[in-house]
């Protein structure tokens, strides 16, 4: 019995008992127990409840891969996608830049995962990606003209994930300078973008994004801010309906962008704006001010006494300032 095996059985959610198992799959009940500690290992977790069996921890369903993948194949974008959905890995983001160095130009490479092992987000922070409950997965192209052309995508990729989710019905949506998507003014999701290569010759871009869509809180992990997902707010979206709806997106607004600029998106961006108006305080810095929007580049403006303080995304992160 491989793990693959077993794992598609279990992929719709349902409690299926270890005797079935066992017998679906010609082994012992002990070898079938030994399998769910290994995938546990690989951040794979099932939970056994006593006279019903054993169900992916929380219930759920997993990723319709194939379904995805042809999907893709047959949007615009096909021809230009390479898209892989995995079960579990260190980081998707980490993986797409370690195979950078192997990119065709004029091509889009997603890597979606159930789970992920070591996930990373902003500033060296931990990203936790529990088993078949969240949207993981990055997407990463071959960059050639002058960096600076750059600034401003992630204003992009936050407008368009914000979209999608209004278009979904979600409610109250807004994005956090830089990188947060917020509802209902808690962290939603969060995206981390990396250029590794030549600057200015040729790079490549990984843009990552991992958003909150099952996980309740019994996952098993801490985050040291506000957070939410879409089942803790009232909202059940299947998670394969909503990935392929950011891929389609981002491509074709990524796309957009490296051809015409991010002017329209920066508008938009406006609308979205959770810090606008408020107090904040820059981590790290002794500077407290009043959001006042984005420049053209991304940067964020903050006015301190009068007078407009530029703050770049790099490693700044900023917070509500309580008075
Ligand atoms: C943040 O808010 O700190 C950014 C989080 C980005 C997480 C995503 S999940 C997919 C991709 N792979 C990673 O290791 N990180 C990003």
Redesign the pocket.
């Known amino acids: 019995m491989s793990a693959k095996e077993l794992l598609e059985i279990m992929s719709h959610g349902q409690f299926v008992s270890g005797v079935k198992l066992a017998s679906q799959l010609g082994v012992s009940r002990t070898t079938i127990w030994k399998q769910f500690n290994e995938l546990k290992e690989k951040g794979i977790e099932f939970e056994k409840v006593r006279g019903k069996g054993y169900r992916m921890l929380g219930g759920g369903s997993v990723l319709r891969g194939e379904w995805l993948k042809s999907a893709l194949a047959m949007s615009e974008a096909g021809s230009q996608l390479q898209f892989e959905v995995v079960q579990s890995i260190d980081?998707?983001?980490?993986r797409l830049v370690d195979s950078s160095g192997s990119w065709d130009e004029n091509k889009y490479y997603v890597l979606a995962a159930e789970s992920?092992t070591?996930?990373?987000?902003?500033?060296g922070?931990q990203?936790f990606?529990p088993y078949g409950k969240n949207i993981?997965?990055?997407l990463g192209f071959v960059f050639t003209g002058n960096i600076e052309k750059l600034e401003g995508l992630s204003v992009v990729v936050g407008v368009i994930l914000a979209d999608v989710l209004c278009e979904y019905g979600v409610n109250d949506v807004s994005l956090k300078w830089p990188?947060?998507v917020y509802v209902a003014g808690k962290?939603l999701?969060?995206?981390?973008i990396e250029l590794t290569g030549e600057f200015n010759s040729r790079c490549a871009v990984v843009i990552?994004?991992?958003l909150n869509v099952d996980v309740d809180g019994r996952e098993g992990f801490t985050i040291d801010q506000l957070w939410t997902s879409l089942r803790l707010e009232g909202y059940a979206i299947d998670r394969t309906d909503l990935l392929l709806s950011f891929i389609q997106r981002l491509v074709d607004g990524v796309g957009k962008f490296l051809n015409s600029g991010s002017a329209t998106y920066f508008n938009q961006w406006e609308s979205y704006d959770y810090l606008r108006g408020k107090l904040v305080e820059v981590h790290g810095r002794n500077v407290i001010g009043v959001a006042s929007g984005l420049k053209e580049n991304g940067c964020l403006i903050l006015k301190v006494n009068g007078c407009d303080y530029v703050l770049n995304s790099g490693e700044v992160s900023v917070r509500l300032s309580d008075g």
């Open positions: 980081s998707t983001n980490s992920q070591k996930g990373r987000g902003r500033r922070k990203w990606t993981c997965f990055s990188n947060d962290k999701g969060g995206i981390l990552g994004v991992g």
